[in-house]
């Protein structure tokens, strides 16, 4: 199955590639730092369906979505059966402030998945013309889609922590997920791009998640843009 959520960078397209790069043991946890949508992470634990997902980011309404389609998938998918695919709707939806909660997880799903390209609070981003009928098609599949979504979910971890203290810990906290039987995907903001997600350039970042990557036990993923001036951070 693929994910339902539509985001910046995300790498649908890319997983049948990225799961030819396994790990040398069976992880007894995956780890989806950066998750977005969620590619990677569902795609892993498809190979690896025994395995302890967690999923990760710091996206607040994102994390509220995912929580509600792991834990309410059957309510969002009624609510998204009886809901049309509508300009007008679209645009009520985004003008509106956000909300927490069930109502908050469908009025972003709805954004998302009728935008452009997963409209975001700060994006510019708008309603996604359906012209060919394509769009209508995949949003009549939504619901068993996002069924489908959830069954991979079950039992998964979702956290809206900062990736470092989710993998290694905090001072005050040591524990942190990562071990020696964990494999790790990051996803970061490439350089330039900050803007897309809704928050500010931070080039110490591309340093802190090279020397995170480097410091854990398990195996580590990282997908980065293929620049020089980040070969100096790029995990050895």
């Known amino acids: 199955m693929t ?70 998938a059957e309510d969002l998918a009624e609510k998204l059966r009886l809901t049309p695919y509508s300009r007008g709707l ?64 079950c039992g998964c971890y979702i956290e809206q922590q900062d990736f470092e203290a989710l993998l290694l810990g905090t001072g005050r906290q040591k524990f942190g997920w990562d071990s020696e039987d964990t494999w790790t995907y990051l996803d970061p903001p490439y350089p330039g791009c900050a803007r897309y997600y809704g928050c500010p350039e931070d080039p110490a970042l591309h340093e802190r998640v090279a020397r995170v990557a480097n410091a854990c036990r398990g195996a580590v993923m990282v997908s980065y843009a293929d620049t020089p001036e980040l070969e100096p951070f790029l995990p050895l």
């Open 3 to 72: 994910t339902i959520l539509k985001w910046p960078g995300g790498k649908s397209q890319h997983t049948p590639r990225m799961m030819r790069y396994l790990p040398p043991f069976e992880p007894r946890v995956i780890i989806d730092g950066f998750c977005g949508s969620c590619a990677f992470g569902l795609a892993a634990r498809q190979q690896f369906p025994n395995a302890t997902l967690v999923l990760n980011d710091q996206n607040g309404e994102l994390v509220n979505a995912l929580l509600h389609v792991r834990d309410h």
């Open 90 to 153: 679209f645009n009520q939806l985004r003008n509106e402030p956000p909300v927490e909660g069930f109502d908050g997880a469908l009025s972003w799903i709805i954004r998302n998945r009728q935008s452009v390209g997963g409209c975001l609070s700060h994006s510019g981003t708008g309603w996604s013309r359906d012209q060919e009928g394509k769009k209508i098609h995949q949003w009549a599949k939504l619901p068993d889609d996002l069924r489908a979504m959830a069954a991979t979910l």
